[in-house]
């Protein structure tokens, strides 16, 4: 069937979604309509604790869901009669986050007789550029879709909507987990990643040379743990001049204790100026490895997806190492900027084309699944 009104169900991380999506077109043309989307954020009740808490996470889902439910059919002109399938993520994410939505999919399946698909959610993150509209497939393939968020950063070869190969992946952290790591030694809540953007933009992204790990070696793959450290080394050195002028009688002892606290004393310029530095050598080789990956495909266009996405100064420097690479030619495609952090109309996207595909994902959690 080519014309199908899906609900999706995201429940992989501390957002609650869900949206119903009309889809039509088939692989070669396909199109989407978001008739009705609701998202809960959890951020407030994870913000105390420095990062998603999986049983906290497992909780405001099952209190989410029925409440969204019942709002979205509430307000949409398309009945729960009227749909043709459930599309539900079933990994990567929190195991005990994701059998919240399996499980809800599974009621409403069984109440409503509907056919369910289990979806991948970096699927979701990798199609989510077909939420642009507008977009003819004839025009973007072959294309490198760059995939970063809090637990991914992966640069993959599309030839089509169904094939496609991993070239690289981060060997440690992720780009947005070093965003994330990096906020908190700066004292900023989570999740970090657009505050530290902010930061940035007062900031001199060549102060520091943080190093850009992988950058000159083959491949595609990443790494932003020695990144993380640097950062980390760079805030303790600084932290200890300003504090040893100003008390010279301080202890190593005391100094390990507030480090450990995470009191840098540090001035507002000089916090601005590790954003942006960190930023900058976070980039740099991703962008790098991301140009090189779309001139040896030969590549029309590149999409990024996932939280990161939403980082202007990514697409910036993205464009910047195209040009040098000679793909200033290669368009930059991106969902809109709510679509890039986790959603559920990207799932009803994947699931379309998941089913399309006729691949098949048991439907039970898996904290790992692979692209
Ligand atoms: O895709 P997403 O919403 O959830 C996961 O699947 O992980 O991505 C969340 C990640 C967080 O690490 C967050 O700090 C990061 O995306 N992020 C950003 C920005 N907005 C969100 N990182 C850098 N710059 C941003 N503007
Ligand atoms: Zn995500």
Request: hydrophobic content about 40%.
């Amino acid at each position: 069937m080519l014309n199908m009104n899906i609900l999706a169900v995201e429940t992989s991380c501390d957002e609650t979604a869900l949206a119903i999506v009309r889809a039509d077109g088939g692989l070669q043309n396909p199109h989407f309509e978001i008739v009705g989307e609701l998202v809960s954020s959890q951020i407030d009740v994870h913000k105390e604790f420095g990062g998603v808490v999986p049983t906290l996470a497992k909780r405001e889902h099952l209190k989410n869901l029925p409440v969204l439910y019942k709002k979205l059919f509430k307000t949409s002109p398309v009945g729960i009669e009227e749909i043709d399938m459930i599309a539900v993520t079933v990994g990567p994410g929190l195991e005990p986050a994701l059998w919240t939505g399996i499980n809800e999919a599974q009621r409403i399946g069984k109440e409503h007789d509907i056919p369910i698909v289990g979806v991948n959610h970096m699927h979701g993150h990798m199609y989510s550029f077909l939420l642009s509209g507008n977009i003819k497939t004839a025009d973007v393939f072959p294309m490198v879709a760059l995939l970063v968020s809090g637990g991914h950063t992966i640069i993959i070869s599309m030839d089509s909507l169904q094939n496609y190969r991993v070239l690289g992946e981060t060997r440690d952290d992720a780009v947005g987990e070093s965003f994330d790591k990096v906020a908190r030694l700066l004292g900023i809540p989570y999740p970090g990643g657009p505050a530290i953007e902010k930061l940035a933009d007062k900031g001199d992204s060549h102060a520091i040379a943080f190093p850009s790990t992988m950058l000159h070696e083959k491949g595609y793959d990443t790494s932003f743990s020695g990144l993380k450290t640097a950062v980390l080394y760079y805030m303790r050195e600084q932290d200890a001049n300003t504090q040893i002028n100003a008390n010279q009688q301080m202890t190593a002892n005391k100094k390990e204790k507030m480090w450990k606290m995470g009191e840098y004393k540090l001035s507002d310029k000089e916090r601005a100026n590790i954003a942006a530095s960190f930023q900058y050598a976070a980039f740099n080789a991703l962008t790098r490895k991301t140009a090189r990956a779309a001139k040896n495909i030969g590549a029309r266009a590149v999409t990024i997806g996932g939280g990161v996405s939403a980082n202007k100064k990514l697409h910036k420097i993205l464009l910047k190492r195209l040009d040098e690479d000679g793909c200033s030619d290669v368009k930059i495609i991106t969902p809109p900027i709510n679509y890039c952090m986790d959603n559920a109309a990207m799932i009803g996207v994947a699931g379309y084309i998941t089913s399309l595909r006729g691949l098949s994902y048991p439907l039970e959690a898996d904290g790992v699944l692979g692209v």
